[in-house]
Every structure is written in C-alpha cells, then in structure tokens.
C-alpha cells in the first residue's frame, strides 16, 4: 500500500511542479489585476458599504434565500479560516522563505475582486426549487452564461468543474484539515490519529447532516469565537516583539523578489519558488478565484446579486490580509522560521516563543492547538456543503446522503495518512477548480459590470427604498 501511494504522490508531485503551479501563476495573479482595474478597485472603494450590508441594515425579511448575508459570509469564511492560516502559512515561509508571505498578501488583495465577479455571478445564476432550497455555484454560471457562446461544451465545463468541486472538498476541505487536527494531538499530546480520526468523523457526521442552515448555525458562532482567540494571541506576540517590525516588513519584502531560504539548503531559494508557494498557499487560504464560495453566498437572502458580490469581497480581506498575517509576523518575529520544523510545529515554535516572555510559553501550543481544531473543523463542516451541492448538481438529490458517508470516510483516512500527500493532492485538484472558474468568469465579466452599473445607479436614485 506504501509503494502504491508513493507512485500516485510521485506523479502528483509531476503534475504541480510543471504543470498546476504554473497554470495558477500565469493565471491568478493577471485576472486579479484586470478586473481590479476593470471595476475601478470597487472591493476597496466599496468596502464601507460592504461592511454595512454584513451588518444586517439592509436584510429583509421577504428577499428569497436560505440565510441572511451575515451568515452567508461566516460559512464562507469557515471554509477558507481553517488549515491555511496556521499551518498553510508555516509550510509557505519553510519552502518560500518570508518572501511567500508578500506573495500571499497579493494573492489576498486581489482574491478581493475575484471573490466579487465569482459570487456576483454565482448569484445572478442560481437556481430555486420548489421547495424553497437554493443551490448556485460556478457550475450554474457555467452552464446557464456559457451556453449562449458554447453550446454543449458549457455543460461539459460545468460537469468538470462539479466532479472537481468533489474531489477538493476530499482533499482541500477534509483531508488536509482532518489531518492537520490529528497531526497537532497526536504532537501535543500524544493522542493516536485513528483515535483523532475516528472521533472528528463521528462530530463532523453530526453536523453535515442538517445541511446549510444547521452549517450557518454552527459555523456564525464558532467562526467570531475562534478568529477572536487566535487574533488576540497573535496580537500578543507581535506586541511582544513590536520593535522588530519593520525588520520584519523588510525581510518579507526584500525576500519577495530575491528568494531567502526558510531553512538552508535550496528550499525557497530561489524567486519563482518563493512567488508559487506564495500564490499557491495564499489560494489555499482565501480560495479566491477557486469558485467555492460562490457556492455559499448564492444561498444568501437579497435581490441584489452584486450586493453579495460586495459581501463575499470581505472574505479575502479577514481570511488572508489579517488572520494569515498574524500568523506570519508570529512566527518571522520570533525567528521560528529559521529553527526548520515543516508544518504545525513551525507556528507552534512561534507561539512558544512568544508567550514565554510574558511567563505563558507552555500556552503555545494549546493556543495553536485549540485554534487549529476550531478552525479546520469548521472549515471541514463548511465544504461539506461545496461538496454536497456539486454532487446533487451531478447525480441529483438522492445523491447527497452517500456523498457524507463517503466525505466521512475521507475525514478518517486525512487523519491517518502522511502530510505530504495529503498537501500535494490538495495543490493539485485546487487547480482543477481554479482554471476553468478563472477561464469561465473572464468570459462572463461583462455580466458583472452590466449588474454594477445597474446597482449603483439605483444606489444614486433612491437610497432611501434600496438603503
């Protein structure tokens, strides 16, 4: 079994080094920045608006949808808030150097805009049924905005973008979670991983089986919870070390462009190294651009499809530019990113590191720990939904209830198997929902300008019956 998951890791290995990697590169980063510019940076002009919208002051009661846009952003946001911002981070600074981090905040500022045209779309193009339930994603964008131009071929890009959602929600939403938690117990203390495997399966089974309103209920309580928690023990530490800072700033920009070594040897040596874990964990991360919480934030309650556009735009901005951050200044101003731990032990060398000035070092790693499972267990609970949406879309309902038994095996086997697969799967079947999304929301950003300009100038004519 050992020699037939080293051959698959092999050939995956292949797959992102010479081909998915380069893909992303060549292709996030220049969408970002066309449609930053294509609608006049509205994710940061139109950021107070935003907020306003997350709030609650303009929910109705009789707009259409499953939940409210506060809800709709927080189940997004417990998606994305999981493995990436602890361990994602530490794993791009040990390949990248400190230079991946400059990378990732690009990725995060322009993750912003996608996140608009995505959700904006995914919006415009859901589907209600009968009962009252909403389903919307790129796969509905896809099929229903392609057709005009592509005939058949629409639906067969939209088939390819379900089959893809599936097998990230295995790898980018499960495994890599599931096995991050299992890895931080067994490390901290002293727990099996089946015996973590075997009791995540069984808590995660409990939630996913109320579907997305039972999801929001969860995840809008754990999500401020949790992101509260981590925040204030990371803003501990830098505070700690508050004089470092703008040393710290300068070696993340100086190695963005020159390629400083995590830890000896060639490993993130070198410019374009640095630049790809960079993008590749900054996507892991805030997923924009992967299309995922498109999915969500198409269940959203309002008549405005660019309004959620709006709200979605937040994502990246808590996910990647702040939470990510601090994980970052945590662990480059304690120095733990040179010590050459991989993984988990990296952000808990920071933490550890950090408290113990203030007499709390042995906190770090309960903080890290707890953070950790709060985090990839709400994200695990989240892309249960992703998934679920994609398989109804491809096989119908009836196939949602085998589709959680088979998510909840995949919890288990992400909790047993080794790092470096789990990691080197999940960078390779995000490709797979990034490009065509990419491909699809460039073809249809039209769409998303007509329903920009019809928005705000509503906005201008009547606030008072819009706002």
């Given amino acids: ?117 995505e959700c904006t779309l995914s919006f415009k193009f859901r589907k209600i049924h009968k009962d009252g339930s909403i389903s919307g994603g790129p796969m509905y964008y896809m099929e229903m905005g392609l057709k005009e131009k592509f005939g058949p071929f629409a639906k067969i890009i939209a088939v390819f973008f379900a089959f893809a959602t599936i097998l990230c929600s295995m790898g980018t939403g499960n495994m890599a979670q599931s096995n991050s938690i299992s ?24 939630v996913i089986v109320g579907g997305i309103k039972r999801i929001a209920e969860v995840t809008s309580k754990l999500v401020p919870f949790m992101a509260f928690l981590y925040f204030a023990s990371a803003i501990t530490v830098i505070m700690i070390f508050y004089n470092k800072i703008p040393d710290a700033f300068f ?53 405005y499809p660019v309004r959620e556009g709006l709200v979605a735009s937040v994502g990246p901005l808590i996910d990647t530019l702040i939470i990510c951050s601090l994980t970052a200044f945590t662990i480059i101003l304690t120095g733990a990113w040179r010590v050459g731990i991989k993984g988990v032990g990296m952000t808990v060398e920071g933490f550890t590191k950090g408290l113990s000035h203030i007499g709390m070092g042995t906190m770090g790693p309960h903080i890290v720990a707890g953070g950790l499972i709060f985090f990839a267990f709400s994200t695990i609970i989240s892309w249960s939904y992703y998934g679920t949406r994609a398989a109804e879309y491809l096989l119908g309902s009836k196939s949602i209830k085998p589709y959680r038994y088979v998510y909840g095996i995949f ?25 065509p999304n990419l491909i699809a929301i460039l073809i249809l950003s039209p769409i998303v300008k007509k329903e920009a300009k019809k928005y705000f100038k509503l906005m201008e004519k009547d606030q008072n019956k819009l706002f």
């Fill in 1 to 117: 079994m050992d020699q037939i998951l080293h051959f698959i890791d092999s050939i995956i290995v292949k797959y992102n080094e010479y081909v998915g990697g380069y893909l992303l590169l060549i292709m996030l980063v220049p969408t970002g920045i066309y449609f930053a510019i294509k609608f006049n940076f509205l994710h940061i002009t139109k950021l107070s608006h935003a907020i306003k919208v997350i709030s609650g002051k303009y929910d109705k009661k009789d707009d259409t949808g499953d939940i409210n846009h506060f809800r709709a952003l927080t189940t997004a946001l417990s998606a994305t808030i999981g493995t990436g911002n602890i361990v994602g981070v530490a794993l791009a600074i040990y390949f990248g150097g400190p230079g991946a981090v400059f990378w990732m905040w690009v990725t995060g500022f322009l993750g912003m805009i996608l996140k608009f045209v």
């Fill in 411 to 435: 919890v288990f086997l992400g909790s047993i198997w080794g790092i470096d697969i789990v990691w080197h799967f999940v960078d390779m079947v995000i490709t797979f929902m990034t490009i």
């Fill in 183 to 206: 890895d931080v117990l067994k490390s901290n203390y002293s727990i099996p991983t089946w015996i973590s495997g075997l009791i995540l399966t069984s808590f995660v089974l409990l």
């Fill in 251 to 303: 070696l993340i920009l100086n190695s963005a462009f020159t390629g400083t070594a995590a830890y000896g040897g060639f490993i993130g040596s070198s410019f374009i190294i640095t630049l790809r874990f960079g993008v590749a964990r900054g996507l892991f991360s805030n997923e924009a651009g992967q299309g995922s919480a498109a999915i969500a934030h198409a269940a959203a309650k309002t008549k």
